[in-house]
Nanobody, 113 residues
Framework: QVQVEEFGGGSVQPGGSRRLSCVVNGIPFSQYNMAWYRQKPGEQRAMVAQITEDGMTAYADSVKGRFTVSRDNAKGILYLQMTNLQLDDTAVYYC???????WGHGTPVTVAQ
């Protein structure tokens, strides 16, 4: 079966950094586009970053210049490097395989003093 699991969530101070990982099994990972979404408290889930199978990336305006999405095809891992984190970045972050609409369970990130 296809398995998606996020790691790396936790608490971080404003201005700090955090790296999330998404471990994917059960598919030829290198052949699939991937995406990160987040859901802020009381809001709908929204796209944060996307990366194609050949490494082209796209970001939500709110995170451009601060977040970097990357992938390690050999290991089947998707990454989201988050820097200069703000209070508004507090959310549950989800990994998505868009083609098959398969989500991870999410990992919470709390940005606070």
């Amino acid at each position: 079966q296809v398995q998606v699991e996020e790691f790396g969530g936790g608490s971080v101070q404003p201005g700090g950094s955090r790296r999330l990982s998404c471990v994917v099994n059960g598919i030829p990972f290198s052949q699939y586009n991937m995406a990160w979404y987040r859901q802020k408290p009381g809001e709908q889930r929204a796209m944060v970053a996307q990366i194609t199978e050949d490494g082209m990336t796209a970001y939500a305006d709110s995170v451009k210049g601060r977040f970097t999405v990357s992938r390690d095809n050999a290991k089947g891992i998707l990454y989201l490097q988050m820097t200069n984190l703000q209070l508004d970045d507090t959310a549950v972050y989800y990994c998505l395989i868009p083609l098959i609409i398969r989500w991870g369970h999410g990992t919470p990130v709390t940005v606070a003093q």
